[in-house]
């Protein structure tokens, strides 16, 4: 066992090695430099290009497909640490002493165990539902278990709040504008008002995101099983967060290599600069909403498929494509008709993405020896990623992304492809938490601009006057 762990390990130190070859002549980035706000930057839409905030959780380098999590490369990470230690890193800024870690590890042990909300959430009715359904209405519910912000005590009143006439921010376009749009806080709000228990108000408080970390994979867990008939696992004290995962959605205990392939997924999927599910759980936290509520719009928002939806979407088109001989022809149609083939592109990497420079030699090791449907899966991605490269050209930099090859690795782990993205927000929830915390210290709620293109002055007609047929 200890050799095959080996093998894994040499898997991504070799992409490592590959990713360094293949982009060591592109300038490394500078070091930061200091700024003040406002800041200069040019915005197109979907508002790329534009700066939300400022973070020192994660960096993501598009040109040399660089992922770095508080100044530690990914791949190192994946190679030597754990999720646990990781976690840690992106919530604390530094990795864990034995003690730290242990302490870690105790108190997601303990938030594991969720059983209020697996009460609430098995009067849903999960077998109909979609599972990241059924895990943002659980992830909500997770307040109830923990917190005390539905008491009247724990929201700022109104009265407390700034305008925005007060920082003279240009409102909307004149003369329509309503002035009185926006509101903030007084920053003494976010430090601890009225003395009430430590919840997301206290911006150094860090407790609900380990329950938020060890409660989503219960969820998870307890989901698929409840949609499968089954009543959720309890999860084993002893064993790892990725161990625990894999136990309780199968009942087994998984063996070192499932537990480690699952391991370096998790850590692979936590953070990854400000991507649209992390910036639907910062714009929820900026209006001071709670924490659980951001990391539901944060599971929300990874459900799409331009999102951590692809990853799901990925596996069944492989499935549809129909054996390796179709490959080429499928390529060629959807490039001809401008789909986009899911699975590839990203914003930001214009390089190859360097989780999918891990997870598809993990898959190609997991499928090696088997000859069932994730060999032939395996098989057809890897064709579609040749031959996208090849009719689309290197330099349209077009490459599988993350969820290219990462369903092929869950399905070697015997993970239904329904729970996918759910295993996504597993991971991504540590992302979520740590920047939320963070952003919270210096908090403004987020307010960006429209450009109005509609008209002004119509008169109004009455509705028994309206025909449109007219
Ligand atoms: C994730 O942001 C993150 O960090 C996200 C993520 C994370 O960890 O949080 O990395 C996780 O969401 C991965 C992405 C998963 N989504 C998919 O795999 C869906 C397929 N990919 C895309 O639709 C697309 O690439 C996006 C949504 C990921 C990015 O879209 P952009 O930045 O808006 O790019 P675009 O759609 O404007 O495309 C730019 C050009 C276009 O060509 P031209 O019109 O300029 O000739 O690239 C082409 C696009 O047609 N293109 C693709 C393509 N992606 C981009 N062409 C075919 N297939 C694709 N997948």
Known sequence: MKEKLNEIKEVILEAARKARQETGDIPAPQDPEPFTWPINCTVGPGLEGAIASESKIGYVNGSK???????????????????????????????????????????????????????????????????????RLGTNMMRQEYSYMDKEVGRPKLDDAISSDEDSIPMETTPMGYANAIYEFKTNLCKNPIGMRKTL?????????????????????????????????????????????????????????????????????????????TFASLVVASTLSDIYFSVGAGIAALNGPLHGGAN??????????????????????????????????????????????ILGPLAEYLVGGRSDCMQVIYQTAKRVEEEVLEQFGREKKIFPNVDFYSGIVYGCLGIPVELYTPIFAVSRVSGWTARVIEYLQKNRIFRPRAIYTGEFNKEYVPIEQRNRDV
């Open 65 to 135: 497909g660089w992922l770095v999590y508080r100044g530690y490369d990914i791949f190192d990470l994946c190679a030597y640490s754990t999720f646990e230690e990781v976690s840690y890193l992106l919530l604390h800024g530094h990795l864990p002493t034995t003690n730290e870690l242990n302490e870690f590890k105790g108190k997601l042990a303990k938030y594991r165990i969720l059983n209020k909300t697996l009460r609430i959430v098995m009067s849903f009715p999960v077998e109909e539902m979609n599972p990241m359904a059924a895990l």
């Open 201 to 277: 108000w206290d911006a150094s408080n860090t407790e609900a995101c380990y329950q938020l970390i060890a409660g989503v994979s219960t969820l998870t867990s307890a989901i698929v099983r409840l949609k499968n008939g089954h009543m959720p696992i309890e999860p084993l004290p002893g064993l790892s967060h990725a161990a625990n995962l894999l136990y309780m959605m199968t009942g087994h205990v998984p063996d070192p290599v499932e537990e480690r392939i699952m391991d370096i997924a998790l850590i692979l999927h936590a953070d990854h600069g400000m991507n649209a599910s």
């Open 312 to 357: 799901e979407q990925v596996v069944h088109s492989l499935l549809d494509i129909g054996g390796l001989d179709n490959v080429k022809a499928w390529v060629k149609n959807k490039i001809e008709n401008k789909q986009k083939i899911v699975g590839f592109g990203h914003r930001v990497y214009k390089a190859y993405d360097p989780r999918a420079r």
